[in-house]
T-cell receptor, first 117, second 115 residues
Framework: DAGVIQSPRHEVTEMGQEVTLRCKPI?????LFWYRQTMMRGLELLIYFNNNVPIDDSGMPEDRFSAKMPNASFSTLKIQPSEPRDSAVYFCASSINKGGRVTDTQYFGPGTRLTVL | AQSVTQPDIHITVSEGASLELRCNYSYGATPYLFWYVQSPGQGLQLLLKYFSGDTLVQGIKGFEAEFKRSQSSFNLRKPSVHWSDAAEYFCAVGPGTCTASKLTFGTGTRLQVTL
């Protein structure tokens, strides 16, 4: 079975450019999570969707970040405009979630390494 | 607010030696606790989790962890380490309620295995 798929795996862009990261969750999973991993701050939850609806976006750092989930099999995380401090590895994870419970195992994708010059 | 501390940033052990990775949490009630492993260039994989019941939890790849409420700890152990265990290990805590959704991760412990 295919796991969580993320694209691109690596992205290098210049400050001020728009960046779009993509995620395809595991088929049948109804919850999707976006995380950011940096050396300084570790792994942080940015936003969480349940049944395509954003439930908790309190981790989104600022208005430059936005996330969408137009259907059950696709989500995007957009940064516009990008800044060097956005450089990080961005992970998407999915789970079968019967009500937003943290007890449901999250399956992580391989991540997108973003470098903003 | 919940928090997790992994006091060891980097640990080196010899292949075949035993391993213990430390994890301390802060939460006002009984939390849900997890250990994840991240191999280089990969996403995180769940090793084991504790919700309730037996405080000694068995996971995949021969790992186990013990929940100690009195010490607010959830240390990960393996009796005999293999070279393939070299990776980064993350402890995570979640609120112990049915409606909770947010995991808080520790900063990770990088394990190096020498032959």
């Amino acid at each position: 079975d295919a796991g969580v798929i993320q694209s691109p795996r690596h992205e290098v862009t210049e400050m001020g450019q728009e960046v779009t990261l993509r995620c395809k969750p595991i088929s049948g999973h109804n919850s999707l999570f976006w995380y950011r991993q940096t050396m300084m701050r570790g792994l942080e939850l940015l936003i969480y969707f349940n049944n395509n609806v954003p439930i908790d976006d309190s981790g989104m750092p600022e208005d430059r970040f936005s996330a969408k989930m137009p259907n059950a099999s696709f989500s995007t995380l957009k940064i516009q405009p990008s800044e060097p401090r956005d450089s990080a590895v961005y992970f998407c994870a999915s789970s079968i979630n019967k009500g937003g419970r943290v007890t449901d195992t999250q399956y992580f994708g391989p991540g997108t390494r973003l470098t903003v010059l | 607010a919940q928090s997790v501390t992994q006091p060891d940033i980097h640990i080196t052990v010899s292949e075949g030696a035993s391993l213990e990775l430390r994890c301390n949490y802060s939460y006002g009630a009984t939390p849900y606790l997890f250990w994840y492993v991240q191999s280089p260039g990969q996403g995180l994989q769940l090793l084991l989790k504790y919700f309730s019941g037996d405080t000694l939890v068995q996971g995949i790849k021969g790992f186990e962890a013990e929940f100690k409420r009195s010490q607010s700890s959830f240390n990960l152990r393996k009796p005999s380490v293999h070279w393939s265990d070299a990776a980064e290990y993350f402890c995570a805590v979640g609120p112990g309620t049915c409606t909770a959704s947010k995991l808080t991760f520790g900063t990770g412990t990088r394990l190096q295995v020498t032959l």
